[in-house]
């Protein structure tokens, strides 16, 4: 589990651009080049590491040949999941 609830949104947004990117077969610096962002940066975003601006993840879907909301849809879709298969602290 991690520290802050933000944390989550950060990791599933994360999750989505690696599946993503593997699916079109692409490497991260070649994503990079696509969406105009250092190679460095997107590794921490796919780690969950960095918190991208809404400018900065609008880059990536374009680079992933998606739309911004398509790419936010399927961020939420992730959160549900994690959110779903997370054990229930009890007191």
Known sequence: MTDKPDDNLYISLGKVILQRR?????????????????????????????????????KVATGLDIRYSQLIKLCESCLEMMTKTMPTVTQ
């Open 22 to 58: 593997k699916e079109l077969g692409l490497s991260q610096e070649e994503l990079a080049k696509r969406s105009n962002v250092d190679r460095a940066f997107l590794s921490a975003v796919e780690r969950g590491k960095r918190q991208p601006s809404f400018g900065t993840v609008s």
